[in-house]
């Protein structure tokens, strides 16, 4: 069988076709060879294919997320390619281990800000091999040195003779010679694409309704389930009576898989209202007694003891122990969920010869991966075909909604579409770890930090999943506090891991969303007991740092800081690096007699290295602060009776549009290899509200979400 892949909206709009440059398709370029294609198309690599009439097709192997990688990726290969960018057109890859980041080991996986960061030197070799063999197809046809020769806009000129070949006249014979592995990439002088503000491919399809989300996919003969899950973390099924489901009219099967009890029907609403008519008992197992307060209090008594280090500078303890002067302080952040806009979905078809999966993933190689293992075929039956994504921060890195889909196809034998409720996506989420942190530091007579001690406790990602010995640190749960750059002769971080049963996983920044929170709050404390200002002191702790230095002061700069602001509003200020780039925001708040903090505007400053798209990057940048704030003030997942007390935006809130303060972004100029600019603009935003609530009221926030009933005036 051959899949196709249509939807509601592509069949009252009249097919696939997409806006200029953009092509929504599935195909599966092989890794070959030039020379191995067919006549007239020129496709010297994975990455790119020319046909004669000069259209150039690059393939993106990243998950489009909304953070722009479908546009930049073909931005880098079409400048160093010299195509016209009027005839660049951008198709989506299926998994294929030519795919894969090296940064990620070889996975094709879109994470951890890596997109350019691991694939910016291949993609450009790429494009310049194509060019080298265009010149090359040209200078044999002219008998010239291919020195002699430029290239523009997909052609390639002889200007001492006026002559000229479109990239689409060479195709053919550019096809027949040998890959160039190290052709000459352009300096940056010369880009003519990377480092502007290009429009997004997708946006045109995205507004029209063209775009093709996970949610969105049908395919012949189609049936649609629901899942009912334990709930509580680590539950099973003890027993069930799927009677009353089966009566209802449209439900096809109710089967047993790995995460629970699927209820496969004609529609989602029949497959609803059958979940809803099943009569389950649960066996909840050891989870069911824990809750919020369990696991805080398991934590206080953890942070208490010594745990492994992270890392140590100098002897921390025993300066802490001769210091005159020392500073104690708790911080604690909570469980927070993902909830991406679009719930988690997945649509797979297994057969006997087969597998075809259409998932909103971040993660080709895991969702080909758990195929192989539910269905025990190889890897060349097993197709994925990566929708765009309505949200991923993370969450579409887990393959849980895509093992879902497979067992029940496999077990039906017929292409079902699997999709969350919300409230099924709030309750059986991999959640950003709740942790407790212990500080303490000593100042020196001039009342800089001689010693810094920071305890951390919470459920590590990397342990929960075997990837890090329970005894070992877990890099994902330290990040933002073991590389923390001020200088401080003596400093000592710490990772207790403790098991709560509560699965954790990647959001948004991972470690550093938190560390950022707490290591820049109490850097504010520090600036505070001894009197300085909060961007002078953290200023004088940067010598040894220049790229937090110099987004620290452009931030401040541009904000004003120190300048008046208008009556009732306060600044506040936090650096942090992560994902390969350093970013410093300033606050400007008010809060209300009733407690409520407003957010009136945000300077960021971001140093990424080379900026590809400047346009993307300030988005980038603009929709983390909005995450970031959101979770500051809002965000809480709570437990109770090994259950998630929330389920839906009623109780588990998102910023509303009018909430969205003035967020102005500064791109610090740089030659430097690129950074992550996804997640980097999340972390400063928590301790930069904090700090500008703790001028305007005099409360320190060391526990987040910021509630009004803790700021409310008496």
Known sequence: MKPVVISRRTLL??????????????????????????????????????????????????SELGQGTLTSMAMVIADELDADWSKVRVEQSGADPAYGNPNFGGQQLTAGSQSIRGLLPTWRRAGAAAREMLVTAAAREWGVPAGDLRTDKGVVHHDPSGRRLTYGELADKAGQLPVPQSPRLKTP??????????????????????????????VPGMLVATVLRPPVFGGKVASFDATRAKAIRGVRDVVRISSGLAVVADSYWVAKLGRDA??????????????????????????????????????????????????????????????????????????????????????????????MRVTGLPREKVRIHTTFVGGGFGRRGEVDYVTEAVEVSKAVGAP?????????????DFYRPATYNLFRAALGPDAMPVAWLHRIVGRGIMVQRGWVPPGQVDRTMVEGAANMPYDIPNL???????????????????????????????VDELAHAARKDPFEYRRALLGKSLRHKGVLELAAQQAGWGTPLPPGRHRGIAVAFSYGSWAAQVAEVSVASDGTVHAHRVVCAIDCGLAVNPDQIQAQMMGGIVWGLTAALRGEITIQNGRV???????????????????????????????????????????????????ATGKRIRRLPIRAEDLARA
């Open 416 to 428: 079902v579409k699997v999709i969350w409720t919300r409230e099924d996506d709030i309750r059986h």
């Open 189 to 218: 002088d010369q880009f003519k694409l990377i480092g502007k503000k290009v429009p997004r491919l997708d946006t045109p399809d995205k507004v029209t309704g063209r775009a093709l989300y996970g949610i969105d996919v049908t």
């Open 13 to 62: 709009k009249g097919g696939l076709a997409a806006g200029a440059g953009l092509s929504i398709g599935f195909r599966f370029p092989a890794p070959g060879r030039a020379a191995a294609q067919g006549a007239k198309v020129f496709a010297p690599n994975v990455w790119l294919r020319l046909d004669a009439d000069g259209i150039v097709t690059i393939v993106n192997s990243q």
């Open 492 to 522: 000592q971080v710490e990772y207790t891991h403790h098991d709560t049963g509560v699965p954790v996983g990647f959001w948004r920044s991972v470690g550093a969303s938190q560390n950022a929170f707490i290591v820049e709050s109490f």
């Open 645 to 695: 007390q929330q389920s839906n935006f009623h109780d588990y809130p998102m910023l509303r549009i009018h909430e969205v303060p003035t967020v102005e972004v500064h791109i610090l100029p740089s030659t430097q290899p690129p950074g992550g600019v996804g997640e980097p603009g999340v972390p400063p935003i928590a301790p930069a509200v904090a700090n500008a609530v703790f001028a």
């Open 278 to 371: 099943l009569v389950v008992r649960w066996d909840d197992g050891p989870t069911a007694q824990v809750s919020s307060a369990s696991i805080r209090q398991a934590y206080a008594t953890l942070a208490q003891q010594p745990g492994p280090v992270a890392r140590r500078d100098g002897d921390a303890m025993k300066a802490l122990g001769e210091g005159t002067r020392v500073v104690e302080a708790v911080y604690e952040v909570p469980f927070l969920a993902h909830a991406t806009m679009e719930p988690q979905n997945c649509t797979a078809h297994v057969r006997p010869d087969g597998c075809d999966v259409w998932a909103p993933t971040q993660n080709q190689t895991g969702a080909q991966q758990t195929a």
